[in-house]
């Protein structure tokens, strides 16, 4: 690759035939989901009622390489490979001796990393006749990715969206409409958890727990309906590591390799799709830094507890051993509305404990300044999820600068901020808000916790 280029593009006949499975690299085996009731392991028929098969056998796969079905990569060529763009400018404005480099993920039709996985599980459930999808969603990518997958497999969809973003971003509710999915506000009085949280309070704002509890609950009770989750689980880790095997290949022609990897993390997806594929040359010994970074108002990682917990809050889910800040935990309204979750996922938690990865938190109005930043440079108007990993990539850029090494740093850029620009208006008119949060506060949902053994 010519100095000056910036985009490393694959064909559509280079896209990867197999999504890449962490699990058999692991130097222990994952912590196995927990039945709340019996307090032991739960098997596929007890995730059955709520997934289909195909994608139950993927959660516990243990091959290293999973096929994907072909009807899956004729859906994704509609934008895939995405770039891989050496952020130039970005560099010159930060007058670094490192290379930026980012994976531009938010070229698929919703704008961001959710349909590697929308499309992949829409596919699924297709094949074993399920008529329709229910799922939740925070500021609405994740729904609108299902929605749009939905659309182009003939299913139906149903979203329960977290009630401050349907009223606050009505853009993406607009884009859910468009692909043909209902659309509500949760909590919602369709369910049983969503009325018992509106009797406590008439007034609440929802939070992706409460959304995820009234999702599964229609889901359980509808034989034609099964949930879909948009991050957190082993699968749909699975799916998104395309995004991480299209990178080594760029990797390859450009003639480089990351020393260090960052990724942005609500539930651990874009940043696991991105990094796992590149994590067993780091088992063999390469030196590479790969950092997951997230909001100071939502600090799983970073100051979370490694403990089991449950997925939602009303306690639907199995068990599965995270970093959680508490299932009852409802962090404040920051703008990155999708990394608003108590909990990570699984293999990314796993990884932190084990030392292979590590975590940075920062406070929103530092990210937001990052991300006006690179739109000044390289164009593109960031989600302000995207942006923590943005700022991450500045920061350790400006480090090389002051050390003088060359390093190469890569993001994943897991999406546009086109339905965000209220946030940007927030923080150019300056009244933008930072939260931090004291530890009594922050550590009293983890009283909650259930007890397991483990
Ligand atoms: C653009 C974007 N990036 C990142 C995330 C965080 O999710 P995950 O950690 O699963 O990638 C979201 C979630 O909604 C998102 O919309």
Not at 167 to 179: G, S, V
Request: aromatic share 8%; net charge negative; hydrophobic share 40%.
């Amino acid at each position: 690759m010519a100095e000056t280029e910036s985009k490393i593009i694959l064909s559509e006949r280079e896209m990867p035939q197999r999504w890449f499975n962490i699990v058999p690299h692991l130097s222990n085996p994952p912590a196995p989901p927990i039945h709340p009731a019996t307090g032991k392991p739960i098997g596929p028929d007890d995730l059955a009622p709520i997934f289909p098969m195909g994608l139950i056998q993927q959660e516990v796969c243990q091959d290293e390489w999973v096929e994907i079905p072909d009807d899956v990569r004729r859906i994704l060529s509609l934008w895939r490979p995405s770039p891989l763009v050496r952020a130039h400018r970005l560099e010159k404005a930060l007058d670094t001796p490192a290379r930026i480099y980012f994976k531009n993920e938010s070229v698929s039709p919703p704008g961001s990393h959710k349909p590697n996985t929308a499309v992949a599980q829409a596919y699924f459930n297709k094949q074993e006749g399920v008529e329709k999808l229910v799922t939740e969603t925070g500021a609405g990518q994740w729904g609108s990715a299902l929605a749009f997958a939905c659309n182009l497999f003939g299913l139906k969809c149903e979203v329960y969206m977290v009630k401050v973003s349907y009223h606050q971003k009505p853009y993406r509710k607009i884009l859910m409409h468009t692909w043909g999915a209902e659309v509500y506000a949760s909590p919602t009085d369709r369910t049983e958890c969503g009325r018992q949280i509106l009797a406590q309070d008439p007034e609440c704002q929802g939070s992706l727990g409460i959304a995820i509890s009234e999702a599964v609950e229609v889901a359980a009770k509808d034989e034609t309906a099964k949930y879909s989750l948009g991050s957190v689980l082993n699968h749909v880790l699975l799916h998104q590591t395309i995004v991480g095997l299209e990178a080594q290949k760029q990797f390859a022609i450009a003639g480089d390799s990351p020393d260090i990897l960052i990724g942005c993390t609500g539930g651990g997806s874009n940043f696991a799709g991105f990094v796992f594929p590149f994590i067993p040359e780091k088992l063999q010994g390469k030196e590479r830094r790969i950092i997951a970074v997230e909001p100071t108002a939502c600090p799983s990682l970073t100051r979370g507890k490694y403990a089991y917990d449950f997925g939602d809050t009303s306690k639907l889910t199995p068990l599965i051993k995270m970093f959680t800040l508490g299932h009852t935990f409802i962090p404040p309204g920051i703008h990155a509305g999708g990394l608003r979750y108590h909990g990570m996922a699984p293999l990314v938690s796993q990884l932190q404990a084990e030392g292979v990865i590590e975590s940075v938190a920062y406070p929103q109005t530092a990210v937001f300044e990052a991300a006006v930043l690179f739109a000044r440079t390289e164009g593109i108007i960031p989600a302000p999820e995207t942006s923590h990993a943005i700022k991450a990539a500045v920061d350790e850029a400006l480090k090389c600068k002051e050390t003088g090494e060359e390093k190469c740093i890569a993001f994943n850029f897991s999406g546009h901020g086109h339905f965000d620009l209220a946030a940007f208006d927030s923080f150019l008119a300056g009244s933008m808000q930072d939260y931090a949060h004291p530890d009594e506060e922050l550590f009293k949902a983890l009283e909650d916790l259930p007890k397991v053994e483990g």
